[in-house]
């Protein structure tokens, strides 16, 4: 009896199947359709078909036809070329931009909301590093979300959020105006990236806990500098093994993401993707309060249902913006051909 394929060849392969089977699927629901567009002709064809069931066929033609048509552009998005990154997990970044403690406390509403977001799709949410603001929300929160796939959904919402809303503290009631910045990476293998023991350096600070509670803990903190690029990445939870993990896990997707960022603006230098170009400086969303509403400005997509999307429900908005991406990837196959 000959033994299977090695446990690594296992998951490639298994990986490529779970690729195909949507194909597959399409391709035999688009041949199934054109057999019974054909059979529908020829019963036109057939003068010997009778008035019911011409009149049936006549009816019936457009719908297959529709049909048709419908599943010939699924199968082209299927086949698309595939964002290697898109079946990852993702890091996730959250900075209050400007607006001071408002924009903290957006950047907590933000994180939230991604976090119920996650929640509802199965996602793991684990807390890597956080700046708390002063009056709650965060200056700045890391996190990583695991789940197949999470990249995917979640990448078109890098960039500048803006919010419109009248501040808890505001005694006149008047609309403020501020912003948080997101940056969502893909979560790194080490596989993916490797980073040189020379290239680093680490330093280990004391951690600095809120009211002295920890005054007599060793020094945890830790801060490491990746050489090369300039990059600085620091975890202060309260075990510096850990810290040191979870530093390394988003120094290599930031390796990761700068190179996926190169070879896609190499590789669309002369282009713009629709959503946008992923310049997080970019503002691409706005939160209107008052008025209940969140209008993504790439897509041009206003919905009057900020309550829910708050509440983790952005799914509309998140297949929206996919929907917008595929779409400029068909057309610009379309020029290519």
Request: aromatic share 6%; net charge negative; glycine share 8%.
């Amino acid at each position: 009896m000959s033994a299977g394929p090695a446990a690594d060849v296992y998951v490639k392969l298994a990986s490529e199947y779970a690729e195909l089977q949507p194909v597959v699927g399409k391709v035999r629901e688009y041949e199934a359709a054109i057999t019974e567009f054909a059979g529908l002709r020829s019963m036109l064809a057939d003068k010997s078909t009778d008035r019911e069931m011409r009149a049936l066929a006549e009816t019936e033609i457009p719908e297959v036809e529709e049909r048709i048509a419908a599943l010939e552009t699924d199968i082209q998005i299927l086949l698309l070329p595939k964002d290697a990154a898109d079946e990852k997990s993702a890091i996730l970044e959250i900075r209050a931009g400007t607006g001071g403690s408002e924009a903290a406390l957006f950047a907590g509403d933000l994180f939230r909301m991604y976090e119920r977001f996650a929640s509802s799709k199965g996602w793991k949410v684990e807390v890597l590093s956080a700046s708390e603001g002063e009056a709650g929300g965060y200056k700045e929160i890391i996190a990583s979300i695991t789940g197949r796939g999470a990249f995917s959904k979640l990448k078109f919402e890098s960039g500048v959020h803006r919010v419109q809303r009248v501040p808890e503290t505001e005694a006149s009631g008047r609309i403020h105006t501020s912003a948080a910045t997101v940056a969502v990476l893909p979560e790194a293998e080490e596989i993916d990236v490797e980073i040189r023991p020379e290239d680093i350096r680490i330093d280990t600070m004391r951690s600095s806990g809120a009211g002295g509670q920890h005054v007599n803990t060793t020094d945890s903190a830790v801060r490491i500098t990746h050489l090369p690029t300039g990059l600085v990445v620091t975890s202060s939870e309260k075990s510096q093994h850990q810290n040191r993990a979870k530093a390394m896990q988003v120094l290599r997707s930031r390796l990761y993401d700068m190179e996926r960022q190169r070879t896609e603006s190499e590789r669309s230098a002369d282009r713009r993707s629709q959503v946008g170009s992923g310049d997080r400086s970019e503002r691409i969303r706005t939160y209107n309060f008052p008025q209940g509403r969140v209008t993504d400005h790439r897509i041009n997509l206003t919905l009057y249902k900020l309550d829910r999307m708050m509440e983790g429900d952005i799914d509309e908005l998140v297949d929206a913006l996919i929907s917008d991406y595929q779409a400029g990837q068909l057309a610009q196959l379309g020029e290519q051909s």
